[in-house]
């Protein structure tokens, strides 16, 4: 599954739904026949599947609606422990902006590889679920940068403190950012919305009715559920493949560092 995620959200839709609709069409016509033995005795056939399929479709319908909106919630917290890493970042900018010169100016441009680090290293990684080295290389370096300081004033031991607890949250939020780059959806979960995808058009290749009506119902069935999918591979994991969330949040940061620094852009 993990080769899904590099694909565009667009051909991975594609991918998936091509994939449910061949196995239903595949397996209407030449399995179906086999599974129809076991219950063409049965009177009023349609009516007992129907039945079933509705008290069924009840339990896996839930399951499909909770994960849909279980993962877009996970998107919703990614993107905001992003903006608060971002944020966390630009007031530790602006905080050492008020340091004496010597101590400014190396905290300001260990500030702005960090940012570059995220963009052109991490980033291009967290696409396909690793994380990039070299990292904790550069925190290390701030973080020595920013206990050497000695505060020789009232104001610059309240400066110090507060910029100390801004790196410590700073931390906090870029931890969470790496976790979710490789978390998501347990396995067994996935398990349980295969399997439940499986039995439903199971149910559907047992229904009477001929070969044309079971094409295109169970097509139409089993694009819906690739749909379903599809959503939330994507929702899932919102840092992976092309659909993920991008680093604009660092970007626009990275340009306002270069701005003050007097470097070019980019």
Not at 25 to 37: C, D, Q
Request: charged share 15%; net charge negative; glycine share 8%.
């Amino acid at each position: 599954m993990e080769t899904l995620y590099n694909l565009s959200g667009m051909q991975l839709a594609m991918l998936v739904c091509t994939a449910f609709v061949l196995f239903t069409w595949v397996g209407a016509i030449f399995i179906r026949p086999f599974f129809r033995l076991l219950v063409r005795s049965q009177p009023d056939l349609n009516t007992v599947l129907g039945n079933v399929v509705s008290m069924y479709g009840i339990f896996y319908g839930i399951l499909m609606g909770l994960l849909a909106v279980s993962a877009y919630q996970n998107k919703a917290t990614v993107e905001k422990s992003i903006m608060a890493e971002g944020t966390a970042v630009f007031a530790l900018f602006r905080n050492v902006t008020a340091y004496p010169e010597e101590a400014r100016n190396p905290l300001q441009e260990s500030l702005r590889d960090y940012t570059q680090f995220v963009i052109d290293n991490e980033w291009p990684q967290m696409r396909h679920g690793k994380h990039a080295e070299g990292g904790m290389q550069l925190i290390n370096g701030l973080q020595q940068q920013i206990t050497a300081f000695e505060p020789k004033t009232s104001g610059q031991h309240i400066l110090h403190a507060e910029t100390t607890k801004q790196f410590y949250e700073f931390l906090e939020f870029r931890a969470e950012r790496l976790y979710n780059a490789t978390s998501g959806i347990p396995e067994i979960m996935w398990f349980v919305v295969l399997l439940g995808a499986f039995l439903t058009i199971f149910l559907v290749w047992l229904f009477n009715m001929s070969l044309i009506a079971q094409l295109f119902l169970g097509g139409l069935l089993s694009f819906f559920i690739g749909i379903m999918v599809s959503l939330i591979m994507v929702l899932d994991r919102p840092l992976r493949g092309d659909f993920g969330i991008s680093p604009e949040v660092f970007e626009l940061l990275l340009e306002f560092m270069n701005k003050v620094l007097g470097q070019p852009a980019g």
